[in-house]
């Protein structure tokens, strides 16, 4: 047995222990991009929360408590995103580091909704707004602090680390940069969009963007008969013509509404999650682009 692993390890020249990698669990698709994109070959990086899928509503499993035990490092927005969080980390008694993302970032406020939401599920509810990766400038503070826990859990790393955060950050600016020309070149009465829940407000002022919504900034918020009824007023008033599904959330109110206010849907905006591997936004780069451009095109 013993020669059989050193006749292994003399075929590869490797040290056993650069086989190893840090086993990284992030708690969306989109905090696990990041983390692959800054960990490259050191890490081993899993989601809980899939591509498509819901990080609000989503329901941890006896395999996820597993995952989040063999963990070195947990990386997660905050900001109330992740409601569920709180028990999984007790239940797999996680004692590696934890990432929080969004630590340090100036957050918005959720505004207040003017819907009732269903107080008793045992979900918390922030009143701050989780969805900071619409916003690529402040996305630099996910990047250093994904960066920094890295680097905590695996010191030997750290040039490594240092240089694919300095890559990946140059990249998010170019990207911020691009962006920033091309909502500028359309006039400002025009930049009005309507999506279901209201995860693009970080977007929306970041490129002067007026950005309604349906549901508040959790999927789990119900929407009023009444407030539709406001919106439907507020699209035909303001002749929103951009009005966008979400890749992970219930598209039914927003048909009706659509239909309501006479407005064509202008496509599928990839809200809290990536696309499948296969998809136009596999990555949170990809993701922004195509965002971007599927909205300046309801503009124009
Ligand atoms: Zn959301």
Same mark, same amino acid.
């Given at each position: 047995?013993? #020669?059989?692993?050193?006749?292994?390890?003399?075929?590869?020249?490797?040290? *056993?222990?650069?086989?190893?990698?840090?086993?990284?669990? *992030?708690?969306?698709?989109?905090?696990?991009?990041?983390?692959?994109?800054?960990?490259?070959? @050191?890490?081993?990086?899993?989601?809980?929360?899939?591509?498509?899928?819901? %990080?609000? !509503?989503?329901?941890?499993?006896?395999?996820?408590?597993?995952?989040?035990?063999?963990?070195?490092?947990?990386?997660?927005?905050?900001?109330?995103?992740?409601?569920?969080?709180?028990?999984?980390?007790?239940?797999?008694?996680? #004692?590696? !580091?934890?990432?929080? %993302?969004?630590?340090? !970032?100036?957050?918005?406020?959720?505004?207040?909704?003017?819907? $009732?939401?269903?107080?008793?599920?045992?979900?918390?509810?922030?009143?701050?707004?989780?969805?900071?990766?619409?916003?690529?400038?402040?996305? =630099?503070?996910?990047?250093?602090?994904? /960066?920094?826990?890295?680097?905590?859990?695996?010191?030997?790393?750290?040039?490594?680390?240092?240089?694919?955060?300095? $890559?990946?950050?140059?990249?998010?600016?170019?990207?911020? $940069?691009?962006?920033?020309?091309?909502? *500028?070149?359309?006039?400002?009465?025009?930049? #009005?969009?309507?999506?279901?829940?209201?995860?693009?407000?970080?977007?929306?002022?970041?490129?002067?963007?007026?950005?309604?919504?349906?549901?508040?900034?959790?999927?789990?918020?119900?929407?009023?008969?009444?407030?539709?009824? =406001?919106? !439907?007023?507020?699209?035909?008033?303001? =002749?929103?013509?951009?009005?966008?599904?979400?890749?992970? /959330?219930?598209? @039914?109110?927003?048909?009706?509404?659509?239909?309501?206010?006479?407005?064509?849907?202008?496509?599928?905006?990839?809200?809290? *999650?990536?696309?499948?591997?296969?998809?136009?936004?596999?990555?949170?780069?990809?993701?922004? @682009?195509?965002?971007?451009?599927?909205?300046?095109?309801?503009? @124009?």
């Amino acid at each position: 047995m013993m #020669k059989k692993i050193a006749a292994v390890l003399l075929l590869t020249g490797l040290p *056993a222990l650069a086989l190893a990698k840090v086993p990284v669990v *992030a708690s969306f698709s989109i905090l696990a991009d990041m983390t692959r994109e800054i960990g490259g070959d @050191r890490v081993e990086v899993v989601s809980l929360v899939g591509p498509d899928q819901d %990080a609000h !509503v989503f329901q941890p499993t006896p395999s996820d408590v597993k995952k989040v035990a063999a963990a070195k490092v947990l990386v997660v927005n905050g900001l109330g995103l992740e409601g569920w969080m709180g028990r999984l980390n007790k239940a797999a008694s996680f #004692k590696g !580091v934890t990432v929080e %993302a969004a630590r340090g !970032v100036k957050a918005r406020e959720a505004p207040e909704e003017e819907h $009732d939401h269903g107080h008793d599920h045992g979900h918390d509810h922030g009143a701050l707004d989780p969805h900071v990766w619409h916003d690529p400038v402040r996305v =630099q503070t996910y990047i250093g602090n994904i /960066s920094a826990g890295l680097i905590k859990a695996d010191p030997a790393g750290k040039a490594e680390y240092q240089r694919r955060a300095a $890559d990946y950050s140059a990249k998010v600016k170019a990207l911020n $940069d691009w962006a920033a020309k091309q909502f *500028a070149a359309v006039p400002a009465a025009k930049r #009005k969009m309507l999506t279901s829940h209201d995860a693009f407000a970080y977007l929306g002022e970041r490129y002067q963007l007026k950005v309604m919504a349906i549901q508040g900034v959790s999927t789990e918020a119900e929407a009023s008969a009444k407030g539709v009824a =406001q919106l !439907v007023r507020q699209v035909k008033k303001e =002749q929103v013509k951009a009005v966008f599904v979400e890749n992970m /959330s219930d598209k @039914r109110l927003l048909e009706q509404l659509s239909k309501e206010a006479k407005v064509q849907i202008g496509g599928k905006l990839y809200a809290d *999650a990536l696309s499948a591997p296969s998809g136009p936004a596999p990555s949170y780069l990809a993701l922004f @682009r195509y965002n971007v451009e599927t909205i300046l095109k309801s503009f @124009r």
